[in-house]
């Protein structure tokens, strides 16, 4: 599984200490006066954790990982970031530490006492700062996790985290703007796109495709009762026009063309939610489930979005009930229509090397791995894979809503994904394929910070090519 042969860490894991000052710079938290307000961080910290101990299902999640963690360090070497730094406060197993640690010493009888007999709190300003910078240094990939003997998820714990945190204020701006915006703005979407503008910009691709293919493809709008309705990271209506044509032709010749829709009152996918709030998870996908119900859709259909579609598979019947419509990814969809024999594609369309990059949230769990790289295979004469890559792929580097964050760009390019960009390099290929908005962003940046002569597209791009219209 794991592809270096690092030696794992000491276990004396050390950090110098970071200032208030270090934290905002780094991560410019949405605050009062734009100030981090320091007043009370630990006691605010503790009623925060013990309201969502008491008010979800994490206590016993927590509990067992408190009481198991070896600290072996085996998950070290699994870890991209931890490759590239090698240094002790990089080990997942540290960083979730930080958080499972306040739970013994806070949470449990023994460290209860402890903390009477010794006189004095465990929790101080200075662990919660370490707690607010070192959650965002993790991109939650869950790599680490298929490497513990124990099976502690990594992912879930900084998740945590930054749960407590992000209801004390302390969360990247990036992130909240989105997501007010999403909620309670104008254009309830994280891009700020007006309705209009959307249904122009559909308008325009229909118009793209008819002088480029021939064909008339509607994008459907407020159809009632259709098999799909299908929510984009909505971004892609802005920076991918060619996974939607791509999208929309596949549609097309598979005869699906009056079986899918757009919704006008929602068509936004994503969902930060994962990344740092059960409460603003549940929030988004409500808004989704809702726009569903409104048009009677069979099935929710997620674009190239890797966190859109976790976070909707994953979460859909939790917050929507058992009724919640299935959720399907548009990958699973076009792999469908192939094999049924709906679309064709002409071998050898792609001539240029390509490869894939998995993105975490669809790949981790074995959910969306072979299927784009048979399609891809079926049209490529020249495809090749990273190594690692499938469930045990390295993320991009910009996971966990860190590629939303500016302010990390240095960090996501220099460390988080350094390794990714080597495996790319070793590639040589000309195009990469990455079925996620986040990751295609992070991936660019990866290239231009790396020098590394490649592009960046969606797998729906290329069917756009490939696809057979005889
Ligand atoms: S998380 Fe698992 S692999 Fe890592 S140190 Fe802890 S027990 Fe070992
Ligand atoms: S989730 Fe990914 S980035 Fe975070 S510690 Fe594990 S391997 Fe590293």
């Known amino acids: 599984m794991t592809t270096t042969a690092d030696a794992p ?66 998950c070290a070497p699994s870890c991209q970031i931890y490759q590239h730094t090698h240094a002790p406060h990089d080990v997942p197993c540290y960083r979730s530490n930080l958080l499972l640690e306040v739970y013994r010493r806070h949470f449990t009888m023994r460290g209860l006492i402890t903390t009477r007999l010794l006189g004095q709190e465990y929790l101080t300003e200075d662990r919660v700062l370490e707690m607010a910078s070192t959650f965002y240094d993790c991109t939650a990939c869950r790599r680490c996790t298929l490497d513990c003997p124990l099976g502690l998820d990594h992912g879930l714990i ?28 104008a254009t309830h979407n994280t891009s700020a796109i007006p309705l209009p503008a959307i249904l122009d910009t559909i308008e325009f691709l229909g118009e793209e495709i008819r002088d480029e293919k021939h064909r008339e493809v509607q994008f459907p709008v407020d159809q009632p009762k259709r098999d799909f309705v299908f929510f984009p990271a909505v971004s892609d209506y802005l920076m991918e026009a060619e996974t939607l044509m791509g999208i929309a032709l596949t549609m097309h010749v598979a005869g699906d063309q009056d079986r899918w829709t757009i919704g006008s ?31 009677e859709a069979t099935n929710i259909l997620i674009g190239e979005c890797g966190h859109a579609s976790r976070s909707a598979k994953a979460f859909a019947k939790t917050f929507g009930g058992a009724d919640a419509p299935p959720v399907v990814h548009i990958i699973e969809y076009t792999y469908r229509a192939y094999k049924e024999g709906r679309i064709r594609f002409r071998p050898g369309a792609i001539t240029e090397r390509v490869t894939y990059h998995d993105p975490c949230n669809i790949a981790r769990t074995g959910w969306v791995v072979d299927q784009p790289r048979e399609l891809l295979r079926a049209f490529c004469s020249d495809y090749v894979e990273m190594t690692p890559h499938g469930a045990d792929n390295l993320c991009c580097g910009g996971g966990g809503g860190t590629v ?51 592009q960046v597209v969606g797998l729906h791009d290329l069917i756009y090519r490939a696809l057979d219209l005889e």
């Open 9 to 74: 860490p000491s276990q004396s894991f050390h950090r110098s200490k970071l200032t208030a000052d270090d934290v905002q710079r780094r991560l410019r938290y949405i605050v009062e006066k734009d100030r981090l307000v320091l007043d009370d961080l630990p006691r605010r910290f503790l009623e925060t954790f013990a309201a969502i101990l008491t008010h979800s299902n994490y206590r016993q999640v927590v509990d067992n990982y408190a009481r198991i963690t070896a600290r072996c360090a085996n």
């Open 158 to 185: 900084t998740h945590l985290g930054r749960y407590v945190l992000s209801e004390l204020g302390l969360v990247p701006r990036a992130l909240v703007i989105s997501v007010r915006e999403q909620l309670e703005g």
């Open 265 to 295: 009152q929602y068509f936004d996918g994503i969902n930060y939610g994962l990344f740092y709030s059960d409460w603003i998870l549940e929030r988004v996908l409500q808004a989704e489930l809702d726009e569903a119900r409104r048009l």
């Open 404 to 454: 939303s964050v500016d302010e990390l760009r240095p960090y996501r390019t220099g460390v988080t994904g350094a390794r990714k960009a080597e495996q790319l390099r070793a590639t040589g290929a000309k195009y990469i394929v990455a079925p996620c908005a986040n990751c295609k962003k992070q991936l660019r940046e990866l290239c231009e910070d790396h020098g590394l002569d490649m």
